[in-house]
């Protein structure tokens, strides 16, 4: 019903994933006809259900304050009832600016200079840099990889949790960069390993809306994390609404909540950017067709990918996307770094692919690709990787 193959005009709109300087400050000089598959950004032409209500909102004719009115909260209750199963009170809800800003003000609000947060890597860059930023010591629990997919390492974790009492577990679930999804076991395990440490399971839940293998369990399933749980998710990343620069936080727990809240009113995060709220309604309310077919688009862009690698690029491994759009590929069999990598797809191919090395830790040897875009872009993208790829050295 969709059209996906269409790509709205990303230069004009000045995203950042396409904008030329942005890319040769990142990449260094690149060649016309580049395709950009790295931020985390679909290529997507907005579901025509959203467009219509934000130019509604236009068409009133002003834009003055606003605040969270009750339609907010109920469409965040349906769609965390309906789509996840989880039955959330509107008192649990706060509106912030982003997911990633939210992080900085959570880490801000529970983290003194004396202590420190954990998380898992590779991850998602702003985890590490959001308690950087605070002056907040990090510590980092490795994945494991077994028959090609990432595992939590509890043995690790729970010495780590023991030795380092962190505040908090920052956790990416499903996980950026490799789109894994964790079992309902792990989830298990993750809140009761918290919970006995006294640490408080911070769950990013953004990569939860477009699931290709098993199932994501939120946290919010778990009703013995409640007590210490802050679950942080938008729909920016389902629905490709970051530049709304709107999210929300779910805590169960009252004193968690009100601690955070009271530094996000300190920050003045209080009233919602008036587009951002109508497109968060009009996303979670009216547009659940356009990311069920998004979704399968994106699949099916993914079974090319990986069904192309194996067969015409075998020393690269594409990791099994369980859940978003973000395809992890090993590289080591190349012989050459990420860096590497990424740098010559990029100069010698206008090929633009995250490098793995930038995921905090234990991402070297592995680049990210961005399927969240046209079919034709990713065919595009692996003919180009082809040819940077098996041409012998020193060409
Ligand atoms: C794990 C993770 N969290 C948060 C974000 C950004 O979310 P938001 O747009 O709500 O700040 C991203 C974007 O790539 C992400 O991968």
């Given at each position: 019903?969709?059209?996906?193959?269409?790509?709205?005009?990303?230069?004009?709109?000045?995203?950042?994933?396409?904008?030329?300087?942005?890319?040769?400050?990142?990449?260094?000089?690149?060649?016309?006809?580049?395709?950009?598959?790295?931020?985390?950004?679909?290529?997507?032409?907005?579901?025509?259900?959203?467009?219509?209500?934000?130019?509604?909102?236009?068409?009133?004719?002003?834009?003055?304050?606003?605040?969270?009115?009750?339609?907010?909260?109920?469409?965040?209750?349906?769609?965390?009832?309906?789509?996840?199963?989880?039955?959330?009170?509107?008192?649990?809800?706060?509106?912030?600016?982003?997911?990633?800003?939210?992080?900085?003000?959570?880490?801000?609000?529970?983290?003194?200079?004396?202590?420190?947060?954990?998380?898992?890597?590779?991850?998602?860059?702003?985890?590490?840099?959001?308690?950087?930023?605070?002056?907040?010591?990090?510590?980092?629990?490795?994945?494991?990889?077994?028959?090609?997919?990432?595992?939590?390492?509890?043995?690790?974790?729970?010495?780590?949790?023991?030795?380092?009492?962190?505040?908090?577990?920052?956790?990416?679930?499903?996980?950026?960069?490799?789109?894994?999804?964790?079992?309902?076991?792990?989830?298990?395990?993750?809140?009761?390993?918290?919970?006995?440490?006294?640490?408080?399971?911070?769950?990013?839940?953004?990569?939860?809306?477009?699931?290709?293998?098993?199932?994501?369990?939120?946290?919010?399933?778990?009703?013995?994390?409640?007590?210490?749980?802050?679950?942080?998710?938008?729909?920016?990343?389902?629905?490709?609404?970051?530049?709304?620069?709107?999210?929300?936080?779910?805590?169960?727990?009252?004193?968690?909540?009100?601690?955070?809240?009271?530094?996000?009113?300190?920050?003045?995060?209080?009233?919602?950017?008036?587009?951002?709220?109508?497109?968060?309604?009009?996303?979670?309310?009216?547009c659940r067709p356009w990311l069920d077919e998004?979704?399968?688009?994106?699949?099916?862009?993914?079974?090319?990918?990986?069904?192309?690698?194996?067969?015409?690029?075998?020393?690269?491994?594409?990791?099994?996307?369980?859940?978003?759009?973000?395809?992890?590929?090993?590289?080591?069999?190349?012989?050459?770094?990420?860096?590497?990598?990424?740098?010559?797809?990029?100069?010698?191919?206008?090929?633009?692919?995250?490098?793995?090395?930038h995921f905090v830790r234990d991402g070297e040897?592995?680049?990210?690709?961005?399927?969240?875009?046209?079919?034709?872009?990713?065919?595009?993208?692996?003919?180009?990787?082809?040819?940077?790829?098996?041409?012998?050295?020193?060409?």
């Amino acid at each position: 019903m969709y059209n996906f193959d269409e790509c709205p005009d990303r230069v004009r709109e000045r995203a950042r994933k396409w904008d030329r300087k942005i890319i040769e400050k990142n990449f260094g000089k690149v060649p016309e006809g580049f395709i950009p598959m790295w931020i985390a950004d679909m290529d997507f032409k907005m579901p025509p259900e959203l467009e219509q209500a934000l130019r509604a909102a236009i068409g009133r004719g002003a834009l003055g304050y606003t605040y969270c009115y009750d339609e907010f909260y109920e469409a965040v209750m349906r769609w965390q009832g309906d789509r996840h199963g989880a039955t959330v009170e509107k008192e649990w809800i706060t509106l912030s600016y982003g997911t990633v800003s939210t992080l900085h003000y959570v880490i801000q609000a529970f983290c003194g200079p004396e202590d420190c947060v954990l998380m898992n890597t590779p991850v998602y860059e702003p985890f590490d840099s959001a308690a950087r930023r605070q002056g907040v010591k990090r510590i980092y629990n490795s994945l494991q990889l077994r028959e090609g997919r990432y595992t939590i390492n509890f043995t690790a974790l729970k010495a780590q949790l023991e030795q380092y009492k962190p505040q908090l577990y920052l956790f990416c679930s499903p996980h950026n960069p490799s789109g894994r999804i964790w079992s309902f076991e792990e989830m298990k395990t993750v809140a009761r390993l918290c919970r006995e440490h006294d640490t408080i399971l911070v769950a990013d839940e953004v990569h939860g809306e477009h699931i290709h293998q098993g199932k994501f369990h939120s946290a919010l399933m778990l009703k013995e994390a409640h007590s210490n749980l802050i679950l942080l998710t938008s729909p920016n990343k389902g629905f490709n609404l970051g530049g709304l620069k709107t999210s929300y936080s779910i805590i169960p727990d009252e004193k968690l909540r009100t601690r955070l809240r009271q530094k996000l009113e300190q920050n003045s995060v209080t009233s919602p950017n008036v587009f951002g709220i109508i497109g968060l309604i009009a996303a979670y309310d009216r547009c659940r067709p356009w990311l069920d077919e998004a979704a399968a688009y994106i699949r099916e862009n993914y079974e090319l990918f990986a069904s192309y690698i194996a067969a015409k690029i075998p020393q690269l491994q594409v990791m099994e996307m369980e859940a978003s759009y973000l395809a992890w590929v090993d590289i080591r069999r190349t012989g050459l770094s990420s860096g590497e990598v990424t740098r010559v797809l990029a100069s010698r191919a206008g090929a633009l692919v995250e490098n793995g090395a930038h995921f905090v830790r234990d991402g070297e040897g592995y680049i990210r690709v961005n399927l969240g875009t046209q079919r034709d872009n990713v065919l595009a993208v692996l003919k180009k990787m082809e040819e940077v790829l098996n041409q012998p050295p020193g060409r």
